[in-house]
């Protein structure tokens, strides 16, 4: 076994990596006298051109603050968001975050080669461009010691280092190898099409707008640098004509005053689409191999739909690099072990508030049919009632709150208030509130409601917790 290059090998430069790798290379240890020699590995360091990660919640911009990043907003032009807008048919509803916080929104790209930018600052880390193929393991104990990587037309390399994190994303290489056998797998959950319109403006303005459309999945519209706006189309299958079905059935659906410029867009740029999965995660240390861990979408995954995959990671990087700086060695596997109990656990609260929250409110706002129509309209309505009813969804939503028991109430509450609406308003088609006689068919839809949002919420909640 050679003696190591690095004390920790960061395998990813995405979200998670260089957050990490900064963190770490910035915080002081009084049982440790020396830095942290950190190597930060990533196949191509040029600006990622992706369509997604561009909305960091307010509790991913806390985070940026304690981690001493949040200046990488400001290098951006960041645009503040003030919270959600949702159309549904003639309702609209505004849900603003609780007062003092707001979203970001940026490009992606810009945003990921601002965090390589701080990290590559650090005088102890090494960013280096290259591409991970395979783990170092020692022959005898098969503890993770390195990895080997090649530059493109190079010769592989070894990389030797104390401790392996491995931040290489969804489609994580080294996901099983780690973990072994895993009690859970990514699970494909459909697609998200992104489109970028020039000139539109909103009905409310500085709000993400979310309209919930017939015959179609939920579409994401909030506002990014340079007068432009992201459209986010959620896909449950891949249709043969994509441009066809935004134009055919969806465009028809939005405010008029959107219309235009969308379909402008259709004719100059193109239309994208990216897969999304759900993956809980994984208790690592003990049960997992010696000398790695997985961080990041390699380790969990959930919907995109409330935009919560940067607030989770960067929480993540947050309540790690405290562990880590508390330790005497990173060659020490079975303290590294008690960290990563610990912080599976420090974590639980708000990413599986997080990840919970983004898969039952896809799995209601996506989905069709009579009992998701009730469970929408009492949705709408238990926000249209006032800020104080909206304040707690609100702050799970945005990742400031950390209660999953919290999360469970106010769905909890929203589900009977859908109930009571089902009740005591008309349904459409109809001038009057439903009569006596009417209460049997009723009830037997009440508690179709219920069982609908425990199907639903049941299974993710138990994954997670």
């Known amino acids: 076994m050679l003696s190591p290059s690095y004390d ?18 910035t915080k002081t240890c009084d049982k440790r006298n020396a830095t942290v020699r950190i190597a930060l590995l990533e196949r191509s360091l040029s600006k990622p051109d992706r369509i997604v990660a561009e909305l960091l919640q307010p509790g991913g911009v806390a ?6 990043l949040e200046s990488c907003l400001g290098e951006l032009g960041s645009v503040s968001l003030l919270g959600y807008h949702v159309l549904r048919g003639e309702q609209g509803v505004c849900a603003p975050f609780p007062e003092g916080h707001d979203a970001r929104a940026f490009n992606h790209g810009a945003f990921i080669m601002a965090l390589r930018d701080r990290a590559q600052q650090a005088p102890n880390i090494d960013v280096i461009e290259s591409t991970v193929t395979s783990l170092i393991e020692e022959k005898n104990t098969h503890r993770v010691i390195g990895v080997r990587a090649s530059q493109a037309g190079g010769q592989p390399e070894s990389y030797f280092a104390n401790l392996v994190i491995l931040a290489d994303g969804s489609s994580s290489k080294f996901r099983t190898v780690v973990l072994g056998n895993m009690p859970y797998e990514p699970s494909h959950k459909g697609y998200l099409a992104g ?3 020039k000139g539109l403006k909103l009905p409310m303005p500085k709000y993400a707008t979310m309209a919930v459309l017939k015959g179609a999945g939920p579409v994401i519209f909030f506002e990014l640098p340079n007068n432009e706006h992201r459209m986010l189309i959620e896909l449950k299958q891949q249709p ?11 465009v028809p659906q939005l405010p008029p005053s959107v219309r235009t410029p969308i379909l402008n867009a259709l004719e100059t740029s193109r239309v994208r689409r990216v897969p999304h999965f759900y993956l809980p995660p994984t208790k690592q240390g003990e049960c997992s191999k010696a000398g790695a861990f997985l961080l990041g979408d390699s380790l969990n995954m959930r919907h995109p739909l409330t935009a919560g995959g940067m607030t989770v990671a960067l929480n993540d990087v947050v309540i790690l690099s405290d562990l880590l700086a508390q330790i005497e060695s990173f060659d020490n596997w079975d303290e590294i ?6 912080w599976h656990h420090l974590r639980k609260p708000l990413a599986s508030t997080i990840n919970t929250m983004s898969m039952s409110w896809a799995g209601i706002f996506a ?9 929408q309209e009492g949705a709408l309505k238990f926000f249209g009632k006032g800020a104080e009813y909206s304040e707690e969804p609100m702050s799970l939503a945005a990742g400031i709150t950390h209660s ?16 009571w609406v089902l009740f005591t308003h008309p349904r459409p088609g109809n001038k009057s509130a439903p009569q006596f ?10 508690l179709n409601v219920i069982w609908t949002m425990g199907i639903v919420m049941g299974p993710v909640m138990w994954a997670e917790m």
Request: hydrophobic share 55%.
């Open 8 to 25: 920790v090998l960061i395998v990813g430069a995405g979200v998670a990596g260089p957050a990490l790798a900064y963190a770490l290379a």
């Open 63 to 68: 985070a940026l603050k304690i981690l001493g």
């Open 195 to 197: 489109l970028i319109v």
């Open 240 to 250: 043969p004509g994509l441009k066809e079905h935004i134009m055919h059935d969806i």
């Open 337 to 342: 072990s008690a960290i990563l109990r610990k």
């Open 367 to 375: 989905a069709e049919g009579e009992v998701f129509d009730i469970m």
């Open 404 to 419: 999953p028991l919290l999360l469970a109430r106010n769905s909890l509450a929203i589900t009977f208030y859908s109930i």
């Open 437 to 446: 006689y009417e209460y049997p068919s009723l009830l037997f839809k009440a």
